[in-house]
């Protein structure tokens, strides 16, 4: 199993302004994800989270703005850059252990 | 492109009722997961199916994946208020990278 925490978990940030999101697992790694989640709807993968190189990111998500640090194997970050009313959003960091995937709890992100 | 279609979306029913979540592809996928969600919790997982035709009980709840791999529904016998939450199916296509389908709200009252 993994346990996930998630810094912080809720924020009140002002337009054009960014926001780093943190992710700590309680085991070593290989593959870690982040996810957006708008009020109400499903999980949106981001990006995967690469450990020594640049995150792979799908359709729709840019590095410059989701930047994703993976320094090592139990740790990594969001970084949301020049945020906008639209990225008002719970973001939530997941792993895969090999057998099962764990999510964290989330980070809600208002944006006003 | 939203590759898994749930329904449906809200479901609203009182204890002791049964009821069926469906969740619809035209994929195919090498596996599908079931999740609840709580509020202010990520998603947990429920149960996995592999194999087309699978069926796996787990308690009150019973999962089955479609024979052709693209389908699967989730039924609950005697829901409890317990039962309440964010439904998620969510499919692999061979590496662990999920796609979520659409959600299922369920929310039972006593």
């Known amino acids: 199993s993994a346990v996930i925490s998630q810094k912080p978990s809720r924020d009140i940030c002002q337009r054009g302004t960014s926001l780093t999101i943190q992710c700590q697992v309680d085991?070593?790694?290989?593959?870690m994800f982040w996810y957006r989640q708008q009020p109400g709807q499903s999980l949106t993968l981001i990006a995967t989270a690469n450990q020594g190189s640049e995150a792979t990111y799908e359709s729709g998500f840019v590095i410059d703005k989701f930047p994703i640090s993976r320094p090592n194997l139990t740790f990594s970050t969001l970084t949301v850059s020049n945020m906008s009313p639209e990225d008002s959003s719970i973001y939530l960091c997941?792993?895969?252990?090999?057998?099962?995937?764990?999510f964290g709890p989330g980070t809600r992100l208002t944006v006003t | 492109t939203q590759l898994l279609e749930q329904s449906p979306q809200f479901l609203s029913i009182q204890e002791g009722e049964n009821l069926t979540v469906y969740c619809n592809s035209s994929s195919v996928f090498s596996s599908l997961q079931w999740y609840r969600q709580e509020p202010g919790e990520g998603p947990v997982l429920l149960v996995t199916?592999?194999?087309?035709?699978e069926v796996k009980k787990l308690k009150r709840l019973t999962f089955q994946f479609g024979d052709a791999r693209k389908d699967s529904s989730l039924h609950i016998t005697a829901a409890q208020p317990g039962d309440t939450g964010l439904y998620l199916c969510?499919?692999?296509?061979?590496?662990?990278?999920?796609?979520f389908g659409t959600g299922t709200r369920l929310q039972v009252t006593l």
């Open positions: 085991s070593q790694v290989t593959m």
């Open positions: 199916v592999v194999t087309g035709g």
């Open positions: 969510a499919g692999t296509r061979g590496a662990s990278k999920l796609t």
């Open positions: 997941s792993v895969w252990t090999g057998n099962e995937q764990y």
